[in-house]
């Protein structure tokens, strides 16, 4: 596939035209199923569910029957190990749910534990703001990054401890875009700015969304980037933000 490009595929369909062991980092944050955990619950005084996000077209991506969705994470990210390169680390945005009508958690765990990928560390992303879907629970205000690898001993700096860098990310999420679940581009940015050798790498994001991940990679001198991204409005917002950019 030819880099620098984001492409208007599906998910699944776009990874299977990578070959095998082709890319150097994974950065992503997928639908989260918002509407699929909470349609049959009703809302009350306290307690008023975030409604699905509308990502475009006539799609169900945020409003899949839940097991559908974990086995389609699945499916998503065993295709996402078979493109990384041995010695690759694929970063995995996601947050605990609320199961409707029975308040239990869901864990991106649940999932992640069917997939090739070993778990190296879970990341805290402090987010700062949120809505509160549940007044009778405490706030939220963070969401989880997953460092997924192959290898126990992944290309990334040796001093992580002393040059970023701590398990819990504080910074906002990303206002200013017109895609409705951006995350900021520090996100990316504090991961590229951890690998030794970044000019060489190949940074894909199957969920493109409108380009943040193409815009760190660009920012950072990586060597390029590849997108997929399933609705065409929000891949000419990542090439107006691209532009933007370059153009500065």
Not at 113 to 136: A, C
Not at 148 to 175: A, G, I, Q
Request: net charge neutral; hydrophobic share 30%; charged share 25%.
């Amino acid at each position: 596939m030819e880099l620098n490009k984001t492409y208007n595929v599906d998910v699944l369909d776009g990874l299977k035209q990578l070959d095998d062991e082709s890319i150097d980092l994974i950065i992503t944050s997928p639908p989260y199923n918002k509407n699929g955990l909470n349609t049959s619950i009703k809302q009350t005084k306290n307690c008023k569910w975030v409604k699905s996000i509308d990502y475009g077209g006539d799609s169900n991506i945020d409003n899949l029957p839940e097991p559908l969705y974990q086995d389609w994470q699945i499916q998503v990210l065993n295709e996402c190990y078979r493109v990384l390169k041995p010695k690759g680390s694929m970063f995995y945005n996601h947050k605990n749910r609320i199961e409707s009508g029975k308040g239990r958690i869901i864990s991106p765990y649940q999932w992640l534990f069917h997939t090739y990928f070993n778990i190296r560390q879970e990341i805290i992303w402090d987010r700062g703001s949120t809505n509160n879907v549940d007044k009778s629970r405490y706030l939220p205000t963070t969401e989880l990054i997953f460092w997924l690898t192959k290898s126990t001993r992944p290309n990334f700096s040796r001093e992580l401890d002393t040059k970023f860098k701590k398990e819990v990310w504080s910074f906002p999420f990303e206002k200013s875009t017109k895609h409705p679940a951006p995350f900021p581009i520090d996100l990316p940015d504090n991961i590229i700015s951890c690998i030794p050798d970044k000019e060489n790498i190949v940074v894909l994001d199957p969920f493109m969304g409108s380009g943040t991940t193409a815009l760190s990679a660009i920012k950072n001198k990586c060597k390029g980037y590849i997108g997929f991204e399933k609705f065409q409005e929000y891949i000419d917002l990542a090439n107006e933000r691209i532009k933007n950019l370059l153009y500065i």
